[in-house]
């Protein structure tokens, strides 16, 4: 498995999935009930395809949860954001439901924005996990590698 495709992609899903449920709050605040009904919908199939992705790489992983603290960690960190994921797409579901039903006020945001921030703040936390787990590794050059790993540098 190439060590960055999944992750990439992983990440393009969910930045993906949070313009789709921005798309939700501005055309709720529109009043374009259609519109707010697709962005849900897209919002939706982002987080699925990114739960997706994660899992896949689970499964083809070169790394164990128990075999280095590296693989330890990998799994802690994006398991428990997986968590947060699925958290988060209850949250959303539980939202659309609530729209679809009728029991949000057009104009009144208060639930589908706090939704957005929780979602929004997962976003986040996946970029960092991204770059600290994902990018940082492939941008110490073998160079440095070598000397950490021979010594010279304690």
């Known amino acids: 498995m190439d060590k960055l495709l999944v992750p990439t992609a ?10 789709a449920f921005t798309w939700v709050q501005y055309h709720y605040l529109a009043k ?8 849900f919908i897209v919002t939706m199939v982002f987080a699925f395809f990114f739960l997706l992705c994660q899992w896949h790489e689970y499964v083809v992983a070169g790394h164990q949860l128990n075999d280095s603290v590296f693989g330890s960690t990998l ?3 994006t398991a428990f954001h997986g968590a947060h994921v699925v958290i988060g797409s209850i949250f959303i579901l539980v939202s ?6 009728g029991q949000f006020a057009m104009g009144d945001p ?15 936390v996946w970029l960092l996990v991204f770059v600290w787990v994902y990018l940082w590794g492939t941008w110490i050059p ?13």
Do not use: C, K, P
């Not at 374009?32 to 962005?39: A, E, K, S, T």
């Not at 659309?96 to 039903?101: H, L």
């Open 32 to 39: 374009l009930r259609h519109q707010v009904i697709y962005g």
């Open 75 to 77: 799994y802690m960190l």
């Open 96 to 101: 659309f439901w609530r729209f679809v039903v």
């Open 10 to 19: 992983n990440t393009m899903f969910l930045l993906a999935s949070g313009a």
């Open 110 to 124: 208060v639930g589908i924005t706090l939704a957005a921030w929780y979602w929004h703040f997962v976003d986040v």
């Open 142 to 154: 073998e160079e440095l590698t070598i000397i950490f790993q021979s010594g010279f540098i304690s």
